[in-house]
Antibody, heavy 117, light 108 residues
Framework: EVQLVQSGAEVKKPGESLKISCKGS????????IGWVRQMPGKGLEWMGI????????RYSPSFQGQVTISADKSISTAYLQWSSLKASDTAMYYC??????????WGQGTLVTVSS | EIVMTQSPATLSVSPGERATLSCRAS??????LAWYQQKPGQAPRLLIY???TRATGIPARFSGSGSGTEFTLTISSLQSEDFAVYYC??????????FGGGTKVEIK
């Protein structure tokens, strides 16, 4: 069974750093792109970027380029999303999702990030 | 950036009725269009990809059509579990994926 399991909820202060994770299982982790999606409270879905764990080829949506870093460790089948300096506006639910044949076919359960002083 | 516009923002439908949701792209995305369903507190679920192909396990009452810039998701006979928010997504270029703003399907 394909699963993407994300790390737990985080509460951080503005200016702090953070790295959240997404662990894949039940499939060849290095053969599928993994994307990250932001959903701000009460709002829609925003695509942040995507990584191919096989060679760490990474593409960022223009809106998120320079704002976050996407990485992966194929040895432990895990993708990451990180911030070097959080802002209150980073408060959101973050999902990882596997790019399938077309579309994102499997999703993680989401990681809620709250940034508040 | 390709802008995806969904209409209506909210659709009020009675159980058993048909629901028709629209999605328009600001430029052609060919058939690189997916639909997702999201229920409160849950991650999105892939319904349709390639504009018209149902994902694994998706009931036949869900159908997608269109190509280029105009797309439609039809739910032929709404069931109670179908009341949710639906998003379209273009993936013409996976570096610049964009979602529509969503359509909330609510009980009339």
């Amino acid at each position: 069974e394909v699963q993407l399991v994300q790390s737990g909820a985080e509460v951080k202060k503005p200016g702090e750093s953070l790295k959240i994770s997404c662990k894949g299982s039940g499939y060849s982790f290095t053969s599928y792109w993994i994307g990250w999606v932001r959903q701000m409270p009460g709002k829609g879905l925003e695509w942040m970027g995507i990584i191919y764990p096989g060679d760490s080829d990474t593409r960022y949506s223009p809106s998120f380029q320079g704002q976050v870093t996407i990485s992966a460790d194929k040895s432990i089948s895990t993708a990451y999303l990180q911030w070097s300096s959080l802002k209150a506006s980073d408060t959101a639910m973050y999902y990882c999702a596997r790019r399938g044949i077309a579309g994102a076919d499997y999703w993680g359960q989401g990681t809620l990030v709250t940034v508040s002083s | 950036e390709i802008v995806m516009t969904q209409s209506p923002a909210t659709l009020s439908v009675s159980p058993g009725e048909r629901a028709t949701l629209s999605c328009r792209a600001s430029q052609s995305v060919s058939s690189n269009l997916a639909w997702y369903q999201q229920k409160p507190g849950q991650a999105p679920r892939l319904l349709i990809y390639g504009a018209s192909t149902r994902a694994t396990g998706i009931p036949a009452r869900f159908s997608g059509s269109g190509s280029g810039t105009e797309f439609t998701l039809t739910i032929s006979s709404l069931q109670s579990e179908d009341f949710a928010v639906y998003y379209c997504q273009q993936y013409n270029n996976w570096s610049e994926v964009t979602f529509g703003g969503g359509t909330k399907v609510e009980i009339k």
